[in-house]
């Protein structure tokens, strides 16, 4: 049997896990979209809020709330606009070649933990809570 002081921690696993070639590529890959998501989840959790009540404030249908919060998707300009211009959060992106990033995203405990892809694997799904229920702030 493992003992307690044994055990690795997330961030040592994902550090571990960053030297894998395809998983630093998928993580970079998704960053952005995961960043976006860790943002909205965050306030609509911090609210009290569900994903139908989210998207009603927002004019969207929950299923996009729900995509968007998945991490599975980039959010288009006009969709990060939308959003800041309802829920007044400012999206600021930083585009380079190569590159895009969000340039405060929620880090710390303000926020669930960052999704990290599952080693060896390009299904994100389960890394992210699929009910509200779930995300307990």
């Known amino acids: 049997m493992v ?4 055990l690795r921690t997330e961030a040592e696993i994902h550090e571990r896990d960053m030297h894998d070639v395809d998983y630093r590529r998928e993580a970079e890959r998704t960053q952005f979209a995961n960043d976006v998501a860790i943002k909205v989840i965050h306030y609509r959790v911090s609210r009290g809020m569900s994903q139908a009540e989210l998207a009603r ?3 969207m249908r929950q299923p996009n709330i729900a ?3 998945s991490g599975e998707h980039e959010p288009s300009l006009s969709t990060l606009a939308r959003l800041s211009s309802v829920l007044g959060v400012d999206f600021s992106v930083e585009v380079k070649r190569g590159h895009l990033r969000l340039r405060n995203p929620v880090h710390g405990n ?6 990290r892809p599952a080693h060896g694997s390009r299904d994100r799904r389960a890394a992210r809570p699929q009910k509200d229920q779930q995300m307990v702030s």
């Open 3 to 6: 003992k307690l002081s044994e």
């Open 57 to 59: 404030m927002i004019g």
């Open 67 to 69: 995509r968007l919060e």
């Open 110 to 115: 303000a926020a669930p933990a960052p999704h």
